[in-house]
């Protein structure tokens, strides 16, 4: 019976399993050896195992070696050799030990091209000598080395050495020539066989005195200098556009004698840009410059572009190498303004036509004397420009008027609209405009509603600056022909034989419509006022007619917003009418407010 072993064989492989290149064979094995060697390279080739397949081979010639079969392992010596990942990635130390091993088969071999290049190869790296030539690229890009060629000629022989890029363009470093002698630089990462060549750097300038914030509706006109610092005379062309979206970025053009700009086709056909704008400039003699003006409108909407200006030019020397100048700016395109409106009625003294005689419907003119009202817009306007402008007009334009009706708008502003007013940024200025609308047709109640917009004519604040003008949309107004109204309006105090203050209050009701209408009027008692005027009463008001009841109130408080709060219902339709405070009043739910000062 035999005994147990004391270890687990199946947790440690045989020596010959673990590690068979350190296990020395026998004579006897290496036919073995081959053949599985020979099989393993086909089978890693067939996988694209490259240093597998090289380590094998160069065991594969270790074992030919040994049996002295000397073309059989100069043969795969130098597939290692002249072809393998070694060489490319440098592994110099490597390849000195196969280059004696590949010396001395050849050797053996009797194949003295081999041995002769082995040796040549050992006498680079043994003795370094650098050799350095200049090389002028005319085009700008990625050059490759696709080899290097090198020929020595003697009175006995010539030899000529090929380097291709891919055997030795990849190692770690490079010899320069210097005064000590040749010199070892590190290569990095880079490589050595490919170079990029850069664009000749242009020394042409591009002079522009463009703004970083223009502003909406702007024309805008400056003066390009291009200057010449070449060494020779040039031949320039100017190139200049708007990237942005191309609806609302403007176009640029160049004015100037020689020959009218042209917009230049968009190869991309890009909606985010507009066409370049072209102009020859011609010859300019070195050191020189020349000066051409250019323009553009912007567009009424806030927007941010790019403007690119490129200077297409060559040496006259050099006529075939084209080089360009490129200028790229950021521009903002800003409204210079925005505008609050306030639309309030106003009473209008002007009586309306009478409902019961036709004939007194139609004026001089003949024409047909409809129901009219007025309103007042207050409109404040400010400045949201970097720099300050000067407002030389202010106007209030209808745009359309819906439901038959004419308008016809004045400017009641106390600044005369003759005087410029310059305003800072963040200021604001003040317009007051009057609307007067009437019907064409006096049995014509329907609503009337009317679009406007703001014109403001201005300039920048400087000498020469032109006019701009720049519309701003302002909101609709519907005015109601048909519904009665309660204006209420407040007179100049006054002071009463006692010297107490007295402010004259009026409420004018409106029956617009085509029946009789009833109301009843109620004054509210109130602590910060006492008044003198109907308390209670009736009134009845025929079609078109309008009626206005005067209170005379003293106040009791100062220095405050006091509201008499007048209830005027409609006993017929039982609706109370919303009293619409006018002129300087202010409207509240309760009713109109009037502001009392302190020393009243």
Request: aromatic content about 8%; hydrophobic content about 40%; overall charge negative.
């Amino acid at each position: 019976m035999s005994l147990p072993p004391l270890y687990d064989t199946f947790l440690i492989r045989e020596p010959l399993r673990d590690d068979p290149f350190a296990v020395t064979h026998n004579t006897s094995d290496i036919p073995t050896l081959i053949e599985v060697y020979s099989k393993s390279i086909s089978h890693f080739t067939e996988r694209n195992r490259e240093r597998a397949v090289e380590r094998l081979q160069y065991e594969l010639a270790l074992l030919y070696i040994r049996e002295q079969k000397w073309k059989n392992a100069l043969r795969f010596l130098l597939a290692v050799y002249e072809g393998s990942s070694w060489r490319r990635e440098g592994w110099w130390n490597l390849l000195g030990l196969l280059r004696e091993q590949v010396r001395d088969v050849a050797r053996a071999c009797g194949d003295a091209e081999v041995v002769l290049r082995a040796e040549w190869e050992g006498l680079c790296d043994c003795t370094a000598k650098a050799i350095s030539f200049n090389l002028i690229a005319k085009d700008a890009g990625v050059l490759r080395v696709a080899s290097i060629i090198s020929t020595i000629g003697t009175d006995s022989f010539i030899l000529e050495h090929v380097v291709s890029g891919a055997e030795y363009m990849h190692q770690a470093d490079f010899w320069l020539a210097s005064t000590s002698g040749p010199s070892r630089r590190d290569a990095g990462n880079k490589g050595l066989d490919e170079i990029r060549i850069h664009p000749k750097p242009p020394k042409v300038q591009i002079g522009l005195p463009l703004k970083k914030e223009y502003l909406t509706d702007e024309s805008v006109s400056m003066d390009v200098e291009i200057t010449n610092e070449e060494d020779d005379d040039v031949e320039v062309t100017l190139e200049a556009r708007f990237l942005g979206q191309a609806d609302l970025v403007p176009i640029w053009m160049w004015i100037t004698d020689k020959a009218p700009s042209s917009l230049s086709e968009d190869p991309l056909n890009d909606r985010h840009s507009r066409p370049a704008s072209e102009v020859v400039l011609g010859r300019i003699i070195q050191s020189a410059s020349h000066k051409i003006k250019a323009t553009f409108t912007s567009k009424s909407v806030p927007t941010e572009a790019v403007l690119e200006i490129k200077a297409l030019y060559h040496l006259l020397g050099e006529p075939d190498t084209p080089v360009s100048k490129v200028l790229i700016h950021e521009v903002i395109f800003d409204r210079p303004f925005e505008a609050n409106f306030d639309f309030q009625p106003c009473v209008d003294t002007k009586p309306w036509p009478s409902y019961f005689y036709p004939n007194d419907l139609n004026g001089e003119d003949g024409s047909v004397q409809g129901l009219r009202q007025i309103w007042h817009s207050n409109t404040r306007l400010a400045s949201f420009a970097t720099e300050p402008l000067v407002v030389e007009d202010v106007a209030l334009k209808v745009l359309d008027i819906h439901e038959g009706a004419i308008c016809n708008i004045s400017n009641i502003s106390p600044t005369p609209t003759s005087e410029a007013v310059t305003l800072a940024q963040k200021d604001f200025h003040e317009n007051q405009f009057q609307i007067t609308t009437q019907k064409l047709d006096l049995d014509d109640r329907r609503a009337t509603t009317l679009q406007f917009q703001l014109q403001i004519r201005w300039r920048r604040n400087h000498t020469g600056a032109p006019s701009t003008t720049t519309t701003l949309s302002a909101p609709h107004l519907l005015i109601p022909f048909g519904e009665p109204r309660v204006l209420a309006s407040a007179g100049p105090p006054t002071r009463a034989d006692d010297d107490t203050s007295i402010i004259p209050l009026s409420y004018t009701i409106e029956n617009p419509s085509t029946h009789v209408l009833n109301f009843s009027l109620t004054m509210e008692t109130s602590d910060d006022f006492a008044f003198s005027g109907p308390k209670t009463m009736t009134l009845s008001l025929v079609p078109v007619t309008k009626k206005t009841i005067t209170y005379n109130m003293m106040p009791l408080v100062r220095g405050r917003w006091i509201t008499p709060r007048l209830r005027v219902l409609d006993t017929g339709f039982r609706q109370v009418l919303r009293v619409v405070g006018t002129g300087g009043m202010r409207s509240e739910k309760g009713g109109a407010s009037v502001w009392v000062d302190a020393d009243e």
